[in-house]
C-alpha cells in the first residue's frame, strides 16, 4: 500500500521560507510523476509544481521564481522549497503521486494523496 507524508508546513511571515518534505513508503519514488496541491481557504485545489520521472519540471504562473520541486529516490522523498512567501500562499498543502500503466485491459491510473500540511503565511 503506498502511503505518502507530508511535513514542514506551519505559520511564517510574509517574505519567508518554508521547506516542505512528502515521503512515500510501500513503492519507490522514481516511477512517479511527483506534484505539490494546495488548497486555499474557500478556494478549489490546485497544482503548484511537478516534477516528472524523467528530472522535468513545471510550476504555476503564481510561484514561478520562488518555489522549487525537488526529489530525491534515494530517500523516497520530494521536496517544496518555498522562498518570498506571500500571504495568498496560504493554505493546505498535499502531494500526489501519480503514475499511468498500460495494461492488457487499457490505462490505468494511480494516483496517491497525502494528508496534507497547513501552510499560513501571515504578520
Known amino acids: 500500500q503506498v502511503h505518502l507524508v507530508e511535513s514542514g508546513g506551519g505559520l511564517v511571515q510574509p517574505g519567508g521560507s518554508l521547506r516542505l518534505s512528502c515521503g512515500l513508503s510501500?513503492?519507490?519514488?522514481?516511477?512517479?510523476?511527483m506534484g505539490w496541491y494546495r488548497r486555499a481557504p474557500g478556494k478549489q485545489r490546485e497544482v503548484v509544481a511537478a516534477?516528472?520521472?524523467?528530472?522535468?519540471?513545471n510550476y504555476a504562473d503564481s510561484v514561478k521564481g520562488r518555489f522549487t520541486i525537488s526529489r530525491d529516490n534515494a530517500k523516497n522523498t520530494v521536496y517544496l522549497q518555498m522562498n518570498s512567501l506571500k500571504p495568498e500562499d496560504t493554505g493546505v498543502y498535499y502531494c500526489?503521486?501519480?503514475?499511468?500503466?498500460?495494461?492488457?485491459?487499457?490505462?490505468?491510473?494511480?494516483?496517491?494523496w497525502g494528508q496534507g500540511t497547513q501552510v499560513t503565511v501571515s504578520s
Open positions: 516534477s516528472t520521472r524523467g528530472g522535468s519540471t
Open positions: 500526489k503521486a501519480d503514475r499511468v500503466v498500460a495494461t492488457d485491459r487499457g490505462l490505468r491510473d494511480y494516483a496517491y
Open positions: 510501500g513503492s519507490i519514488l522514481s516511477i512517479y510523476t
